[in-house]
């Protein structure tokens, strides 16, 4: 079992950048993929990024495409969401989470473990 938390959310300007973190506890790091979701009031939750457990492999959603970056580090059981550009239709809670597959899955049912999420608002 692995245990995930996200931090760096805040609100910042149209336009402007932040970069989510999420540390890894629990079974080891390097066996999982790791995906980053976000969920918009009133809205479901949607796939943003994913990346394998070796980290050669990403997968982004086509409105943030360009934008965002996901990258991990092993050897210190994070991965990141570096988000530049940002647009007032970014506003959500973004959630990190955690896929035992071998796969770089981007459904959020293939994700057992989920972070409590942090808030990103976008000014316009």
């Known amino acids: 079992q692995v245990q995930v938390v996200e931090s760096g959310g805040g609100l910042v300007q149209s336009g402007g950048s932040l970069r989510l973190s999420c540390a890894a506890s629990?079974?080891?790091?390097?066996?999982?993929?790791m995906g980053w979701f976000r969920q918009a009031p009133g809205k479901e939750r949607e796939f943003v990024a994913a990346?394998?457990?070796?980290?050669?492999?990403?997968y982004y959603a086509d409105s943030v495409k360009g934008r965002f970056t996901i990258s991990r580090d092993n050897a210190k059981n994070t991965v990141y969401l570096q988000m530049n550009s940002l647009k007032p239709e970014d506003t959500a809670v973004y959630y990190c989470?955690?896929?035992?597959?071998?796969?770089?899955?981007?459904?959020?049912?293939?994700?057992?473990?989920w972070g409590q999420g942090t808030q990103v608002t976008v000014s316009s």
């Open positions: 629990g079974r080891t790091f390097s066996s999982y993929a």
């Open positions: 989470a955690a896929s035992i597959t071998a796969a770089v899955p981007i459904t959020a049912y293939e994700y057992a473990y």
């Open positions: 990346i394998s457990r070796s980290g050669g492999i990403t």
